[in-house]
């Protein structure tokens, strides 16, 4: 169940007085997912919002001088949700892909990172068609990891799906999985840097493939003129030097990536 959360972007301008009376600001409701997908999105048992996404989010609303307000709503129904009106855009990492552009509007990108293979520190998985032969892979649903496994490996894989990146993580942790596809970094803080991470690894390389989009945008409705603003802001805080103080604080590398 959707609900709005208390916390609202920092350094908003406050509503400007005029002719004797207060002139509303104008207010865009962010949706993001409940789960937690760190270092990106963290959210506590509040509901606060916190993490590389969130302070982007504050950083962008104040540039176009918005206030946002955040809504959380899970990753499967979350394009839907934002079609149907129950927010105004999503910052959740979401790739922009051809398939998804079909359906909503992306801003440029604002961030780019490869995708990784996990798997056990004692077994040697090799990432190719024999290697991974026979394996049973965990996948968060709706994700272009999992689209991308299906168009490659999809006769070759026993494919299991989760909610959650970290589910996914869990069956790993449980041995009910004996891989994860998923964004490098989020394998990274979400699991691999954890004292659950111990035994396992990064099973071949780090790496981009084009049926895996181009970056993670902000997605918007088709036609919203709020594509262009989120597309000026990004650009803009990528000049001025605020996303590097941001990125600085989550990444020790320039996530906006090549």
């Known amino acids: 169940m959707q609900f709005a959360i208390k916390r609202f972007a920092a350094g908003l301008v406050i509503a400007a007085s005029l002719s004797g009376g207060a002139m509303a600001q104008e207010v865009v409701r962010i949706g993001t997912t409940p789960e937690s997908y760190p270092p990106f999105t963290v959210v506590d048992a509040s509901g606060t919002v916190t993490g590389f996404e969130a302070d982007l989010a ?13 809504v959380l709503q899970a990753w499967d129904g979350i394009i ?34 490869p995708a990784t293979f996990v798997g056990p520190k004692s077994e040697e998985i090799t990432i190719s068609p024999e290697g991974l032969k026979g394996k049973t892979i965990g996948l968060q649903v709706a994700t272009i990891h999992l689209a991308y496994v299906e168009a490659k490996y999809k006769d070759i894989l026993e494919i299991k799906t ?13 041995g009910r999985v004996d891989l994860l596809l998923a964004d490098s970094i989020a394998l990274e803080d979400g699991l691999l840097k954890t004292p659950d991470g111990v035994d396992f690894e990064v099973k071949g390389e780090p790496f981009t493939d084009p049926m895996m989009g181009d970056g993670v945008g902000v997605a ?23 996303y590097k103080a941001i990125n600085d604080k989550y990444f020790p590398f320039d996530v906006y990536g090549g």
């Open 80 to 113: 839907p949700a934002l079609t149907e009106n129950k927010f105004d855009a999503i910052i959740a990492s979401m790739s922009i892909t051809d398939e998804r552009k079909q359906v909503v509007d992306f801003s440029d990108k604002y961030y780019n990172t």
């Open 220 to 242: 918007i409705r088709k036609g919203d003129p709020l594509k262009d603003k989120f597309s000026a802001a990004i650009k803009a805080i990528r000049e001025n030097g605020t």
């Open 162 to 174: 989760y909610d959650t990146q970290e589910n996914a993580n869990l069956d790993l942790i449980a």
């Open 58 to 70: 504050d950083a962008l609303c104040a540039e176009m001088k918005v206030k946002c307000e955040w």
